[in-house]
């Protein structure tokens, strides 16, 4: 079976710019979570979703980060405009809330912003 | 709140000594448990979780870990280490008293193998 896949892999681009990031979650699968993986801060959730539905993004740094799930197999994380504090490993997760299952993760999308 | 601590920030072992990661939880209710490990460059994979029951659970890869809330621990151990161990590890709970809902992190132990 197909994992969490995310995409892109790597991301360099320079501060002010629009960064997208991508994830399809495991298919049957029906919660996601965003997180980010810094030195200094570890591994933060920034928002998770449930049957598509945000349900808390208390996480979500501040108003530059926005992340949408339009269907089941789909989300992105935007950064508008991006700022080299933003550099980290973002990490997409799914999980399936009827069955009780553990979070499965993605390889993770390693963003520099320069 | 619910918080986790991993004390060890970095361990090293030699390659076939035993293994113990120490986690401690703080959690109002019967935590849901995790253990995660990262490799580098890629993502967390599951080693093993307890929701209830049997307070020594198995996970993949030889790994177990025992969970005694007396002590508000969960720590993972395994008998004989493998250089292929050499990874992150994290403890995790989950805080919404469900596995789905969100983790709680450690800030992991990275684990050393000489040969």
């Known amino acids: 079976d197909a994992g969490v896949i995310q995409s892109p892999r790597h991301e360099v681009t320079e501060m002010g710019q629009e960064v997208t990031l991508r994830c399809k979650p495991i298919?049957?699968?029906?919660?996601l979570f965003w997180y980010r993986q810094t030195m200094m801060r570890g591994l933060e959730l920034l928002i998770y979703f449930n049957n598509n539905v945000p349900i808390d993004d208390s996480g979500m740094p501040e108003d530059r980060f926005s992340a949408k799930m339009p269907n089941a197999s789909f989300s992105t994380l935007k950064i508008q405009p991006s700022e080299p504090r933003d550099s980290a490993v973002y990490f997409c997760?799914?999980?399936?809330?009827?069955?009780?299952?553990?979070?499965?993760f993605g390889d993770g999308t390693r963003l520099s912003i320069l | 709140a619910q918080s986790v601590t991993q004390p060890d920030i970095h361990i090293t072992v030699s390659e076939g000594a035993s293994l113990e990661l120490r986690c401690n939880y703080s959690y109002g209710a019967t935590p849901y448990l995790f253990w995660y490990v990262q490799s580098p460059g890629q993502g967390l994979q599951l080693l093993l979780k307890?929701?209830?029951?049997?307070?020594l659970v198995q996970g993949i890869k030889g790994f177990e870990a025992e969970f005694k809330r007396s002590q508000s621990s969960f720590n993972l151990r395994k008998p004989s280490v493998h250089w292929s161990d050499a990874a992150e590890y994290f403890c995790a709970v989950g805080a919404g008293g469900g596995a789905t809902n969100k983790l709680i992190f450690g800030t992991g132990t990275l684990l050393a193998v000489q040969p």
């Open positions: 307890y929701f209830s029951g049997d307070t």
């Open positions: 298919s049957g699968h029906n919660s």
């Open positions: 997760a799914s999980s399936s809330v009827d069955s009780n299952q553990p979070q499965h």
